[in-house]
């Protein structure tokens, strides 16, 4: 799929999980509200199907990550909880479900993502714009980001996510180049960077995520965040990844928070709007920070400057 807010926080059966990784359980009030929400209206959440470590915060806050298109990939990328086959027919129900959940659940911020939908002619594009429409016209006070697969790269499926004007669209490259064969399988380094270039082109607010810690080098993390500025994407996401069961790909190495701090100031010299760079970051997490032109760098500039006074 195309890679979203979490992959599970299971260890990885050869190393152990650093303390950094640990999470509190899902409690309060909010999260039971929103759990009843969801299990009500038979929403997919990916906060769910990916097994993301930031449900509980996420979710306390009232907001959450809704995933379209059914919970069956067409896709089989090694590090995603999500499941592969053949999907159920299309539910051209669920965009209207999706809007009136958002409306219940009073979400000032949404995050929309999707299966892979391969085997369609429209890659899903349709039901992607009608559900962008039903949110903005039920939720009109709420900012939206959609987090897209790459549609192949054929540009009139992209063209109606841009048509329908979410606040961000992102769409992960997820690893580097190298090792992107391995990692996304069905996907290409090369189209996905065309995927942003265009959506930018379009005037679009652009995003893209990295996981680390499945075998690429820092140098291959810093190119890849070059490729990514290159193609004027204005926020980066960086976080660590985590295997979601034995059958998936081993975590090769649990990156130190110390060392996301450096790709946090090398983002921003390198001149990302926003960076969001840590250990428990997944793509969607504080996604409604990343909405405004200028808040990252601004938050950025001033920590600079208290750290150096």
């Known amino acids: 799929m195309s890679g979203v807010c979490g992959t599970s926080p299971e260890p990885a059966q050869r190393i152990k999980k650093p303390d950094w990784l640990r999470v509190k359980l899902p409690i309060g009030e909010s999260y039971k509200n929103v759990r009843s929400l969801v299990d009500t209206h038979k929403l997919h959440t990916i906060c769910e199907s990916g097994n993301c470590p930031n449900m509980g915060e996420c979710w ?135 995927v942003l270039k265009y959506l930018k082109e379009k005037g679009m607010r652009t995003k893209s995520g990295i996981m680390l810690g499945l075998g690429e080098t820092k140098e291959e993390v810093l190119q890849t965040m070059r490729d990514l500025r290159a193609n004027n994407v204005d926020v980066i996401t960086l976080g660590q990844y985590l295997q979601p069961s034995g059958k998936h790909l081993p975590v090769l190495r649990f990156v130190h928070p110390d060392e996301f701090a450096e790709y946090t100031a090398a983002g921003y010299d390198m001149g990302f709007d926003y960076v969001e760079s840590g250990p428990l970051v997944r793509s969607s997490y504080h996604s409604e920070r990343h909405v405004f032109e200028g808040t990252g760098k601004k938050e950025w500039l001033k920590k600079k400057e208290m750290m150096a006074g």
């Open 60 to 194: 306390g806050a009232g907001t959450a990550t809704f995933m379209i298109l059914g919970n069956i990939c067409t896709r089989s990328c090694g590090f995603c909880a999500v499941a592969t086959g053949k999907p159920e027919a299309v539910d051209w129900d669920e965009p209207q479900r999706v809007a009136e959940a958002i409306h219940l659940m009073k979400v000032k911020h949404a995050v929309i993502t999707s299966v892979d939908r391969d085997e369609l002619k429209d890659g899903g594009s349709i039901i992607w714009y009608n559900t962008i429409k039903a949110v903005k016209a039920l939720n009109a006070g709420t900012t939206l980001e959609t987090l897209i697969p790459d549609f192949k790269g054929e540009k009139d499926n992209i063209q109606r996510i841009i048509d329908a004007a979410p606040e961000v669209v992102s769409h992960n490259v997820e690893t580097v180049e190298r090792m992107t064969k391995l990692v996304r399988i069905q996907a290409k380094y090369w189209r996905s960077m065309e």
